[in-house]
């Protein structure tokens, strides 16, 4: 018998076969010389026997690499271009795969055809890893990546226990900063703008929000919950219906500073004044909070340490370095509340 399996083998049946674990196997695809010649022939033969991308196998085994690192960011470019925080993590990015002499291919997967397409340019040994942003809960390419052997980091998570390495910022935390300060203020009536809640960042913030409301001792209240999309014109829409629904609410935490300004809009066409009506708050102090009027209030992000941190992350685990005791594959960087003068 051949040994061939039905279907696409994955890397943890490589991994089972060779009798090793699945970092071993990614270390040989990628052509780590931190693996003894026993581990890669054994490897190389359960590659062979499974028909697992046998192309990558031999890569590996030639000991070549691309020296470029994809970022896949799945939006369109009209928000890549107006949001700050996707050009800030570019900015990270692009540093630290500068100072390794790495090529950046940045990539937008914006349809399932162009998720294929990628996947097929991947498995023709095209980067050496890949970064990943902005992921959806239900998005399988985090998955596809790694089953084709390659390294991936995500910038973010899908969901709490998130198996993939990932670099995030306390979202949770900024949800509680924000909400605490409000209440300091003396505000009592306090809604949200959340992002699209398929995504992790989108449901921590909202978390957040909640635990502040309780540490307050202030009642939940879904009136005061309005989901947008991270874009300006989803937060007016957001805070619109806000209004509408909650016209007593006295200060708003929006999920990101874009979406803040689309509020900010719609509070003036409904004459409240910020902050003496409404006070408003955002996240991740980009320039949208220091140039709006009044400048807001917001809980900054390290975005560029964070684009840093993934490309970091990234190139040890392509050189096949070991993960060091105590240095964790998921890393969550603090935030902080910048107070100006929207609240």
Known sequence: MSGRQSGRPTLEQVAARAGVGRGTVSRVINGSPRVSERTRTAVARAVAELGYVPNQAARALAGSRTD??????????????????????????????????????????????????????????????????????????????????????????????????????????????????????????????????????????????????????????????????????????????????????????????VMAAGARAALREAGRRVPRDVALVGVDDSPVARLMDPPLTSVRQPIEEMGRTMARMLIREIQGMETEPGEPRRHVLPTELVVRRSC
Request: proline share 5%; hydrophobic share 45%.
């Open 68 to 257: 470029a690192i994809a970022l896949v960011i799945p939006e369109a470019e009209a928000r890549l271009f107006a949001e700050p925080y996707f050009l800030d993590l570019i900015r990270g990015v692009s540093a630290e795969l500068a100072e390794a002499d790495k090529q950046l291919l940045l990539t937008l997967v914006r349809s399932e055809q162009e998720r294929q397409r990628f996947e097929q340019y991947l498995a023709a040994q095209r980067v050496d890893g890949v970064l990943l942003a902005s992921v959806h809960g239900d998005d399988p390419l985090p998955d596809r990546i790694r089953e084709l052997g390659l390294p991936v980091v995500m910038n973010g998570r899908r969901a709490e226990a998130e198996p993939v390495p990932y670099v995030d910022s306390d979202n949770i935390g900024a949800g509680r900063a924000a909400v605490a300060h409000l209440v300091g203020r003396g505000r009592t009536r306090i809604a949200t703008v959340t992002g699209p809640l398929d995504m992790y960042v989108a449901r921590a913030r909202l978390g957040g929000y909640r635990a502040g409301l309780a540490e307050a001792g202030l009642a939940p209240d879904e009136g005061l919950v309005s989901t947008g999309d991270f874009t300006e014109e989803g937060g007016r829409r957001a805070m619109r219906r806000l209004l509408d629904r909650s016209p007593d609410l006295d200060a708003v935490f929006a999920a990101s500073d």
